[in-house]
Every structure is written in C-alpha cells, then in structure tokens.
C-alpha cells in the first residue's frame, strides 16, 4: 500500500492488488467491491493502533469567553 500518508509500512500484496483494481475501474459497483474487500482485510490486519495522542496546550486572553475545548483537540 502506497499513499501520502502511509506511515505505518503495512505490506500485503492482497491489499495492494484490490486497490489497484479499484482504482482502474470506472464501474462504480467493482469500485465498492473492491474497496469494501480491501476495508474487510484492512480491519481483520489491523497495521496500526494508537495507543496515546497529544496534549493539547490553550492560551487565551481573558476577555475571551465560552471556549471549551474538545477532547480531542
């Protein structure tokens, strides 16, 4: 799997393969067939899990009111 934003290395020919047979049809049901077969392998794979995320650092003026942020930045 090759993307801009594939940070994880994740390598499996199966998945390369039904990417790539999505991407050159123009039928619109292969499409979500193979994109569906690739998401089904993706989650049984599981390249990634995210074990922390960054914290998130505020500064405002004191004027400044009704501000809350989210949890997830």
């Known amino acids: 799997m ?3 934003g ?3 290395k994740y390598c499996n020919p199966e998945a390369d ?3 790539n047979e ?3 049809s123009t039928d619109t049901a292969v499409r979500k067939q193979k ?3 690739f998401i089904a392998l993706l ?3 599981v390249p990634t899990a ?3 995320h960054q914290s998130w650092l505020y500064a405002l ?3 400044v009111t009704g501000f809350v942020p989210t949890p997830d930045g």
Do not use: M
């Open 50 to 52: 995210y074990i922390g």
């Open 2 to 4: 090759q993307g801009a």
């Open 6 to 8: 594939e940070h994880t």
């Open 35 to 37: 994109y569906d077969a």
């Open 61 to 63: 003026r004191k004027n």
């Open 17 to 19: 393969k039904l990417l």
């Open 22 to 24: 999505a991407r050159q």
């Open 43 to 45: 989650l049984d794979d």
